[in-house]
């Protein structure tokens, strides 16, 4: 059973498109991280989220926290070819152990 | 400083070798993880170290032996394993002091190995 399912599963837009992906869960996560992970490199933390409703912006990325701690989004505004990668999102739930999301991957076309 | 160091970056062995995979931290982190990935898929969890000792072992056949020799290092040995073992090999590290899995994860570049 995966805890965390995330979507869409694969994402293929222009440069300049805006995108939303979405990581879900019917379970209460305790805190919801985001990762970016290149071909061939090991994932790169983006943000750690552990309040509901919390949103969080890192340049053209915003990252929400939904009200009951279940489910997360990031929204990428004007994708740019450098956003390319496979989006996870982990979490740590109430039990303290912590998941990955099934992931999402990217392609930004220039 | 979050960085993970993972050494060698590539690797390719038979099946009849004895490889090790080394990952080292200076960030005081007490809990180390090795994961497994294949291509496009999440990373899934083989072991974990807290305070030096295995507190984790998620079924992983014996010919991966873990080990930790000091809280900044964290090894994995290779023995005869299978071309179905090819896989992104990635290490982690997390402050958690109590050993659960309750923590942010900072990753390694990981080590890609190729098993012919």
């Known amino acids: 059973t995966q805890l965390l399912e995330q979507s869409p599963q694969f994402l293929s837009i222009q440069e300049g498109e805006n995108l939303t992906v979405y990581c879900n869960s019917s379970?209460?996560?305790?805190?919801l991280q985001w990762y970016r992970q290149e071909p061939g490199e090991g994932p790169v933390l983006l943000v750690t989220?552990?309040?509901?409703?919390e949103v969080k912006k890192l340049k053209r990325l915003t990252f929400q926290f939904g009200d009951a701690r279940k489910d997360s989004s990031l929204h990428i505004t004007a994708a740019q070819p450098g956003d390319t990668g496979l989006y996870l999102c982990?979490?740590?739930?109430?039990?303290?152990?912590?998941?990955f999301g099934t992931g999402t991957s990217l392609t930004v076309i220039p | 400083d979050t960085e993970v160091t993972q050494t060698p970056k590539h690797l390719v062995m038979g099946m009849t070798n004895k490889k090790s995979l080394k990952c080292e931290q200076h960030?005081?982190?007490?809990?180390m993880y090795w994961y497994k990935q294949k291509a496009k898929k999440p990373p899934e969890l083989m072991f974990v170290?807290?305070?030096?000792?295995?507190?984790i072992n998620e079924s992983v056949p014996s010919r991966f032996s873990p080990e930790c020799p000091n809280s900044s290092l964290l090894n994995l040995h290779l023995h005869a394993l299978q071309p179905e073992d090819s896989a992104l090999y990635l290490c982690?590290?997390?402050?958690?002091?109590?050993?659960?899995?309750?923590?942010?994860?900072?990753f390694g570049p990981g080590t890609r190995l190729t098993v012919l």
């Open positions: 982690a590290s997390s402050l958690t002091p109590s050993g659960v899995i309750g923590d942010t994860q900072y």
């Open positions: 170290y807290s305070y030096e000792k295995l507190s």
């Open positions: 982990a979490g740590v739930d109430t039990g303290n152990q912590f998941y």
């Open positions: 989220v552990v309040t509901g409703g």
């Open positions: 379970s209460v996560f305790s805190s």
């Open positions: 960030m005081g982190h007490r809990a």
